[in-house]
Structures are given as C-alpha cells and as structure tokens.
Nanobody, 127 residues
Framework: QVQLVESGGGLVQSGGSLRLSCVAS????????IGWFRQVPGKVREGVSC????????FYSYSVKGRFTISRDNAKNTAYLQMNSLKPEDTGVYYC????????????????????WGQGTQVTVSS
C-alpha cells in the first residue's frame, strides 16, 4: 500500500525553525521527485519546494528561497524540509507529494504533476 506520512509540524515563534519529514512506504522513493506544498484555509495549495528524482535539482518558491532547504535520503525512503527563519505567513498545512520521474522549473509547483500525497502536518508560526 502506497503511503506518505508527514511529521515534524508544530507551533513555533517567528524566526524559529522546524524540520518536516515525509516517510514513504509501499514503494521506493528512488525514482520519484518529491514536492512540498502548503495550504491555508480558503487558499489554493501552493508549491513550496521540490527535489527532482534524476539529478537532485531543487526548486523553491520565491517566498521561501534562502530560508527552506529540501533534501532526501533514499536509503531511509524519507524526504525532509528544513525550515528556518519562519514567518507567520509560513503558517499552513504542509503536504508532501511524489511524482514518478524528474521535475522541471516550469512544472514542479503544479499539484496535478504529483501522483501520491500525504495527509499533511500543521505548521503554525506565531508573531
């Protein structure tokens, strides 16, 4: 059974850090690109970051570039999102998702590119 489980969310003060994890089971992450998305009530789910399957290229949204770092450990079948210098506007439910194959600058943040999704983990940043 294909499953993605996020963890690591929580409540943090502005300027703080969190590291999110996404553990995959039922399949190997080796050939999948991994994306992180976030959503707040009433808004469209937006792409935060992605790490491509083939060459490990990374992509970030403008709002998080320089503060967030995406990584993967295929041996542990896990992806991570290190979030530093958090801001209240980073608040939301964070989802990991996977897409079989590589991702590109032009498409990494499109939800429909991804086949499987986790249930999400809440991140709340207080001011």
């Amino acid at each position: 059974q294909v499953q993605l489980v996020e963890s690591g969310g929580g409540l943090v003060q502005s300027g703080g850090s969190l590291r999110l994890s996404c553990v995959a089971s039922g399949f190997s992450l080796d050939y999948y690109s991994i994306g992180w998305f976030r959503q707040v009530p009433g808004k469209v789910r937006e792409g935060v970051s992605c790490i491509s399957s083939t060459d490990g290229s990374t992509f970030y949204s403008y709002s998080v570039k320089g503060r967030f770092t995406i990584s993967r450990d295929n041996a542990k079948n896990t992806a991570y999102l290190q979030m530093n210098s958090l801001k209240p506007e980073d608040t939301g439910v964070y989802y990991c998702a996977v897409d079989l194959g590589s991702q590109r600058e032009s498409s990494w943040n499109i939800m429909y590119e991804y086949e499987y999704w986790g249930q999400g983990t809440q991140v709340t940043v207080s001011s």
